[in-house]
């Protein structure tokens, strides 16, 4: 990956980074803790700053922190006017922006009266458009393809799996008789970025390295659940690895 996690957002006002990253780590908290309300919730505050960043695009200046427009949809549609910007920019980003907002306003989320009840079918909506969302200003902000956009965005997330006890450089999977895959997926999924292999290694109390690289490690990455490198020892989780350990989290919380 040519750009590291931590420089996705640099050429943001650090206020409105935080903004976004606030709102986009809480809709993934609150969603893998099965708080459908919570999470559809903070789909608000991503549109809010996501908003402001295509605002500020088009107009230049970047604001400090992100802005809630009067009228959320009228400003998004305003956008398309931006005949000088990338079509992502002023069309793309600003309706995913109206369709997860109409979410949170008119599903029985943001005021009583809605249609349905906070819901897993909303909530995951608002799941995977706020990922959306976030690589998608990523890859605009950098010039990245959709990819390496999505990898940087999974590699943010600031993960509390409940199911990973932590202490120090310690990491045991509570759940027992879960397979040596299913094992890595959630200690993977509780970190960021790289994985020394020695660590998952010792995480995991899998009796032979050779084995473990042989019957986890190597068919893991054949599958595209992780990237690793046999050189770097290193492991990544990729978003189809996300997927998967977040499907473990609710099926082992149900």
Not at 89 to 110: F, K, S, W
Not at 192 to 204: C, K, Q, S
């Amino acid at each position: 990956m040519g750009l590291a996690p931590a420089d996705a957002f640099t050429s943001l006002p650090s206020g409105l980074r935080d903004d976004l990253l606030n709102a986009y780590n809480d809709i993934v908290k609150n969603f893998a803790e099965r708080r459908w309300e919570p999470a559809e919730l903070n789909g608000g505050k991503l549109c809010e700053a996501a908003y402001t960043i295509v605002r500020g695009l088009a107009d230049g200046t970047l604001p400090a922190r992100s802005n809630k427009p009067r009228d959320m949809v009228g400003a998004c549609k305003t956008m398309e006017q931006e005949t000088a910007q990338p079509r992502s920019v002023r069309i793309q980003i600003p309706r995913m922006i109206v369709a997860l907002y109409e979410i949170r306003n008119n599903r029985g989320v943001g005021h009583a009266g809605g249609d349905v009840d906070p819901n897993e079918m909303d909530a995951t909506a608002v799941l995977y458009m706020s990922k959306w969302l976030v690589a998608e200003v990523v890859r605009v902000l950098h010039t990245l393809t959709t990819t390496e956009a999505a990898e940087i965005v999974e590699a943010l997330i600031e993960r509390q799996v409940a199911l990973v006890w932590t202490s120090g450089d310690k990491k045991r999977v509570l759940k027992t008789g879960l397979t040596w895959k299913q094992n890595a997926l959630l200690l993977m999924l509780s970190e960021t970025g790289d994985v020394p292999e020695a660590d998952l290694f010792r995480w995991i109390e899998h009796k032979s390295l050779p084995a473990f690289r042989r019957d986890v490690l190597r068919p893991g990455h054949k599958a595209r659940l992780w990237e690793y490198d046999a050189d770097d020892r290193t492991v990544r989780l990729l978003t189809p690895g996300v997927e998967a350990a977040e499907q473990i989290v609710h099926e082992l919380a149900t």
